[in-house]
């Protein structure tokens, strides 16, 4: 089997708060840039997508799902350019849960053949970050553990 070497970037974007399809674009558009330089995998910020104003979870519209279509500038990127992304954002799933979460989007499979958001971790107050990622202002950091 030949393996190619895989370059890795972490990327900062500025975030529009609450503006789950503008902040897709600009991702979006970032990747480009990378893609220049021969990277395929792109890490952007927790909560890349929606910025970090946490009491506008409280809005649904904030929640993005699997077939969001204010993903699609970052789906049809990756499948274009046979990238992945990783975003951040609240995210529901099918059956209704919401997880703070880095979403890998990759360039493949979905239900539409479009690439496909994977995330999982369920929000429960016990777990260890609540209690030390800020003491006295329990926040979650944007990631799966």
């Known amino acids: 089997m030949t393996t190619s070497p895989l370059t890795v970037a972490v990327a900062q974007s500025i975030s529009v708060p609450g503006a789950v399809d503008e902040n897709a674009r600009r991702a979006a558009l970032l990747i480009e840039r990378y893609l220049e330089r021969g990277v395929r995998l792109i890490v952007f910020p927790e909560l890349s997508l929606v910025d970090y104003e946490l009491d506008q979870f409280t ?38 849960r919401r997880l703070l979460a880095s979403l890998l989007i990759d360039d493949t499979g979905g239900s539409h053949n479009r690439g496909q958001i994977r995330a999982e971790l369920d929000v429960n107050p016990d777990l260890w970050f609540f209690k030390c990622h800020f003491p006295g202002d329990p926040v979650m950091p944007g990631c799966l553990g």
Do not use: H, I, K, N
Not at 67 to 91: H, I, K, M, N
């Open 59 to 96: 809005d649904p519209a904030m929640w993005v799902t699997d077939d969001d279509q204010r993903l699609d500038p970052l789906r049809e990127r990756c499948r274009t350019s046979g990238c992945w992304a990783v975003v951040g954002a609240g995210f529901r799933t099918a059956d209704g």
